[in-house]
């Protein structure tokens, strides 16, 4: 028979926007889908975003402007009409009006783990949420993140020697495999691949390129992937201001087994050496 599974519970009131959970970890101890209201009184914009769980966005009042492949790209949601961003997309939603008002569905349900969000400094809606879902009491929101719903991983490499490892349909190993500790290094956050470039390959000469790959697909080889924090790559150390969590690959790339590689982006750098941008993933 039906029956009350809970009530909403306001998970955000900053700066005009509202988000009222209906149905979800925090409003009903539920991972299965979360369901939220969401309203926001004058314009505004999200940070790009990358989510680990498709999402419907249904708007009720005004309309959204979804932003994709890097900014070249724009959805126009209007009143009364329904978006889907599938699970490990990249965009950017921008509310261009004020008063605007829509329902956010996602499946599996919303956490701060599942949404990758390319702030600068965390932002206080991202704390804010942390801190609810924190006190959900869920497992995978306690004390330390779970990462396990990451799919979607980026890994830089000079061009030459990834193609050399295509043309003989071998595994991909960086140069600094064995000496860094038999893993693959590689980030969930795009946001941060020009910064790691240029901290740490741009004395490398030549063409480079970032490699989208699928977790998932890596693990069904056998290869797995553990968050951990940054690390030294070859004889170059991390940046100390860095308090980033990476995933690190413990086993090569597969080359040719369809599936793990999905795109392949290529970097653009100036005449000395510094990463500029990644067309399509990233422009700086």
């Known amino acids: 028979m039906p029956k009350l599974i809970g009530k909403a519970v306001r998970v955000v009131d900053h700066d005009g926007l509202v988000i009222e959970e209906c149905a979800g970890n925090v409003a009903?101890?539920?991972?299965?889908?979360?369901?939220?209201?969401?309203?926001?009184?004058?314009?505004?914009?999200?940070?790009?975003?990358?989510?680990?769980?498709?999402e419907w966005l249904c708007v009720r009042k005004g309309h959204l402007e979804l932003h994709s492949n890097d900014g070249r790209d724009v959805l126009e949601v209007k009143a009364g009409e329904t978006a889907f961003i599938a699970k490990g997309e990249r965009f950017?939603?921008?509310?261009?009006?004020?008063?605007?008002?829509?329902?956010?569905?996602?499946?599996?349900?919303?956490?701060?783990?599942?949404?990758?969000?390319?702030?600068?400094?965390?932002?206080?809606?991202?704390?804010?949420?942390?801190?609810?879902?924190g006190k959900s009491g869920r497992k995978c929101d306690a004390g330390v993140p779970s990462y396990d719903d990451v799919e979607v991983l980026y890994h830089m490499c000079r061009k030459t020697i990834w193609n050399m490892a295509v043309d003989a349909k071998a595994a991909y190993f960086p140069p600094t495999f064995e000496q860094d500790g038999a893993f693959t290094h590689a980030t969930a956050v795009p946001a941060r691949l020009v910064e790691?470039?240029?901290?740490?390959?741009?004395?490398?000469?030549?063409?480079?390129?970032?490699?989208?790959?699928?977790?998932?697909?890596?693990?069904?080889?056998?290869?797995?992937?553990?968050?951990?924090?940054?690390?030294?790559?070859?004889?170059?150390?991390?940046?100390d201001h860095w308090d980033w969590i990476c995933p690190h690959i413990y086993g090569g790339i597969a080359t040719s087994v369809e599936g793990v590689v999905t795109k392949v982006f290529e970097i653009e750098r100036d005449d000395s050496g510094k990463f500029l941008s990644i067309p399509g993933l990233v422009d700086v």
Request: aromatic share 8%; hydrophobic share 35%.
């Open 28 to 54: 009903t101890h539920e991972d299965t889908l979360s369901i939220a209201h969401v309203t926001v009184a004058a314009p505004m914009s999200e940070p790009w975003l990358t989510l680990d769980y498709d």
């Open 92 to 133: 950017r939603p921008i509310l261009a009006t004020p008063d605007t008002a829509y329902i956010a569905v996602c499946s599996p349900a919303f956490t701060p783990q599942r949404c990758v969000r390319e702030e600068e400094d965390g932002g206080d809606v991202s704390a804010r949420l942390r801190d609810l879902h």
């Open 196 to 239: 790691t470039g240029n901290h740490f390959y741009q004395e490398v000469k030549g063409d480079w390129i970032c490699l989208q790959l699928s977790r998932s697909a890596l693990q069904g080889l056998g290869v797995r992937t553990v968050f951990e924090e940054a690390k030294p790559v070859g004889n170059i150390k991390d940046d």
